[in-house]
């Protein structure tokens, strides 16, 4: 069974653009969430979906948002990039929403803000 | 690969021996901690959880303790490796979602022939 696929795998932007990461789930995977990693802040939890619908978020700022198909694919946006945002992008997925379900991770995209 | 390994503590071990990787986690009402496993170019790659209602739980050559009192998890990992070789994080959570809210900023882990 294929992983978490994510795409890109590198992306470069410049200050004030905007940009959209895609992340395909497991197959048969309903639950997608979204993280940044920085060397400064390490992990940190953006948001969760399921079933289309978001179930928890991360302390970031509103130009971070998220959304998700009803084939479980999930895409996650940006809007006014600012140099902070440079990281790394990862995207982990489960079978349900349950807390038994394991997550797993995706490789992750990497962003650079120019 | 990632930058993922700057700036974090390193923890050198020999080929055989056994490791222990210490955590100090934050939310006193956080029920929930899971430890990854990421190697460069990776995704983080669960290794093991375990709930409050738990001190230890043991996987295949891993073994987690939770001290609730002083919020410290460790990760011991026996005969280690050189694919042992990685950044360790802990992170944090609440048992009704099941997934991680707060990580660590990760230990670097360096196993020597």
């Known amino acids: 069974k294929a992983g978490v696929t994510q795409t890109p795998r590198y992306l470069i932007k410049t200050r004030g653009q905007q940009v959209t990461l895609s992340c395909s789930p497991i197959?048969?995977?309903?639950?997608v969430s979204w993280y940044q990693q920085t060397p400064g802040q390490g992990l940190q939890f953006l948001f969760e979906y399921f079933s289309e619908t978001q179930r928890n978020k991360g302390n970031f700022p509103g130009r971070f948002s998220g959304r998700q198909f009803s084939n479980s694919r999930s895409e996650m946006n940006v809007s006014t990039l600012e140099l902070g945002d440079s990281a790394l992008y990862l995207c982990?997925?489960?079978?349900?929403?349950?807390?038994?379900?394991?997550?797993?991770f995706g490789p992750g995209t990497r962003l650079t803000v120019l | 690969g990632e930058s993922v390994g700057l700036h974090l503590p390193t923890l050198s071990v020999q080929e055989g021996d056994n490791s222990i990787i210490n955590c100090a986690y934050s939310n006193s009402a956080s029920d929930y901690f899971i430890w990854y496993k990421q190697e460069s170019g990776k995704g983080p790659q669960f290794i093991i959880d375990?709930?409050?209602?738990?001190d230890k739980r043991q996987g295949q050559r891993v073994t987690v303790l939770l001290n609730k009192t002083v919020k410290h998890l460790s990760l011991q990992i026996a005969a280690t490796q050189p694919g042992d070789s990685a950044v360790y994080f802990c992170?944090?959570?609440?048992?009704?979602?099941?997934?991680?809210?707060?990580f660590g900023k990760g230990t670097s882990l360096l196993v020597t022939p």
């Open positions: 375990i709930r409050s209602n738990m």
């Open positions: 197959s048969g995977h309903r639950s």
């Open positions: 992170a944090e959570g609440f048992s009704n979602s099941g997934y991680a809210l707060n």
């Open positions: 982990a997925s489960r079978l349900l929403a349950a807390s038994t379900d394991t997550q797993y």
